[in-house]
């Protein structure tokens, strides 16, 4: 039996369609435009399309755009005091800086620099300690986006058995966070972990976010399972000239004769990602009213 393919591109429209809706009421009844600034330092192809992205979703959605791009060899001392202007700027309420940042940059403290009211990559070690504690922060949009998939298609996930594969700061870790908080049991898995192949095969709920392409095989999934593919993996055409392949961490042709529902990439997890952020930055910008 064929898996059911999860449309994650007219969910994430679906949720964009909404935070247009709230976008209009805020400039209506407050005179409130929601601002997003998106700042890459560096040339890294990948970031640019993404961060091209949520710059032209979020001016559909109604929003102010606040676009900074750097050279490579900016200072620390430079993006900071960037940050600091955007932090006291009233017309910006979301701030996003595009990872991964250049070698000699501190993510970490550059991160730390935002205010954690305009965090809505919800990176900021405030938020990361407040969801990891149960309260309510900005959460992280791809592993938010996740969620959002698991519960339309599954709905009360208590009881089941989810495993994360994978650990970063970025997804990992918060979608065990969230995963815990909405009554899962949750295993983290890794590089390190022992029989990878026979942990997966227990989860109800299989989340792949590792970044290597294809690594998740068909026969480490549960029949019936419920599969979110968070990688993006970009590899070389396999026809002369053509166009670069996106590929999941998960095989997925193999993955869809067992599994009961997966996210296909791309049009999964990726334009989740993207809504969730614009939800993010709605929500902030209504906080301040
Ligand atoms: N790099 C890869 N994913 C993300 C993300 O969600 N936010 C930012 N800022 N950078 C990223």
């Known amino acids: 039996m064929s898996a059911d ?22 400039k209506e009844e407050f005179g409130l ?9 560096g040339e890294d192809p990948a970031s640019q399309v993404y961060t091209r992205s949520k710059e032209r979703m979020a001016t559909a959605a109604g929003m102010a755009s606040f676009e900074h791009r750097l050279a490579e060899e900016t200072t620390e001392r430079e993006l900071l ?22 070698p000699h940059l501190d993510s970490a403290l550059v991160i730390n620099a ?25 959460v992280p949009c791809t592993p938010l986006g996740c969620l959002l998939l698991l519960k339309d298609r599954i709905g009360d996930l208590s009881g089941k058995h989810a495993v994360v594969v994978g650990r970063s700061n970025i997804v990992g870790k918060p979608m065990a966070s969230l995963l815990l908080g ?18 997966c095969r227990q989860a109800d709920i299989l989340v792949a976010a590792v970044g290597r392409p294809g690594m998740i095989e068909g026969d480490w999934i549960k ?34 004769e067992v599994a009961g529902a997966i996210t296909p990439v791309p049009g999964g997890v990726g334009p989740m990602t993207i809504a969730c952020l614009l939800a993010n930055t709605v929500v902030a910008a209504a906080r301040i009213n």
């Open 5 to 26: 393919i999860i449309d994650g591109k007219a969910f994430a429209a679906s949720i964009r369609d909404r935070v247009a809706a709230a976008t209009g009421n805020l």
């Open 33 to 41: 435009t929601p601002g997003l600034a998106v700042v890459l330092v």
């Open 81 to 102: 005091g960037l940050i600091d202007n955007l932090n006291a700027d009233p017309e910006v309420h979301g701030i996003l800086v595009q990872l991964p940042l250049p």
């Open 114 to 138: 935002i205010d954690p009211n305009k965090d809505v990559d919800g990176f900021h070690i405030s938020n990361a300690g407040r969801l990891a504690t149960g309260q309510t922060s900005m």
């Open 182 to 199: 909405a009554n899962a049991t949750v295993s983290i898995a890794h590089s390190r972990t022992a029989d990878l192949a026979g942990l």
């Open 223 to 256: 029949p019936g399972a419920t599969v979110i593919d968070v990688g993006i993996n970009r590899l070389p055409s396999e026809t002369e000239g053509g166009k670069d392949r996106l590929v999941g961490d998960v095989d997925f042709a193999a993955a869809k």
